[in-house]
């Protein structure tokens, strides 16, 4: 099956500092990534959709110049959590997909902001 | 907007025995129904999925059946194993719309040896 790098697995910063979350798609190529966020027994939230080589979507709400994406080629996007505080602790999943629906998902980034 | 509900929350059962979650959606043009399993800390993974031109669908222990009428669908988990435990979420899309999903909430099931 397709599969779906994320890095890192987990990371722990300081508040007001940026973090870099790159996601990949490994044996195939991505022509959409989605980014969610997922809080401690709830579904997931989509923060936003991106196509390869243009700007992201970002879903109502989501800040997009706190939480920039950069999807740079058919196989690679980036969610950086620009001054990242408290509250953005949390599960980050990105997600890979061919336009025909299916979504592969990465294995989740765990985020804490002291 | 599209709009998907998920029940039970809560599943407990014991080994063997099968395992029925169901979901409705509101948007008549969602035509693509995935169902995901997550375990604990870990990205979802797609398990089963079913489009709208197709009633049931069946991969061993695992089928999904769609009722375009009702605007329901439910996924189907016979002989039930521990490992089978993990949060099942339940998702609908629409080609038109990139095919981006809108989530249940998410059901736990818990399989007792």
């Known amino acids: 099956g397709a599969v779906v790098s994320q890095h890192p697995s987990w990371v722990i910063c300081k508040s007001g500092t940026s973090v870099k979350i790159e996601c990949r798609s490994l044996?195939?190529?991505?022509?959409?990534m989605f980014w969610y966020r997922q809080f401690p027994k709830q579904s997931l939230m989509l923060m936003a959709t991106?196509?390869?080589?243009?700007?992201?979507?970002?879903e109502q709400g989501v800040e997009k110049d706190k939480f920039l994406i950069n999807h740079a080629s058919l196989t690679l996007s980036t969610l950086t959590v620009t001054s990242a505080h408290p509250e953005d602790s949390s599960f980050y999943i990105c997600?890979?997909?061919?336009?025909?629906?299916?979504?592969?998902f990465g294995p989740g980034t765990r985020l804490t902001v002291l | 907007g599209e709009n998907v509900e998920q029940h039970p929350s809560t599943l407990s059962v014991q080994e063997g025995d099968s395992a029925v979650i169901k979901c409705t959606y509101s948007?008549?043009?969602?035509?693509?129904f995935p169902w995901y399993k997550q375990e604990l800390g870990k990205g979802p993974q797609l398990i089963i999925d079913?489009?709208?031109?197709?009633g049931e669908k069946k991969d061993q222990r695992i089928a999904v059946t769609l009722n375009k009428t009702a605007k329901h669908f439910s996924l189907h988990i016979t002989e039930t194993q521990p490992e089978d435990s993990a949060v099942y979420f339940c998702?609908?899309?629409?080609?038109?719309?990139?095919?981006?999903?809108?989530f249940g909430r998410g059901t736990s099931l818990i399989v007792h040896p």
């Open positions: 948007d008549s043009a969602s035509n693509y």
């Open positions: 997600s890979g997909g061919q336009g025909t629906g299916e979504q592969f």
């Open positions: 079913i489009r709208s031109n197709v």
């Open positions: 991106s196509n390869e080589g243009s700007k992201a979507t970002y």
């Open positions: 044996d195939f190529q991505a022509t959409t």
């Open positions: 998702a609908a899309s629409i080609k038109g719309g990139s095919y981006i999903p809108t």
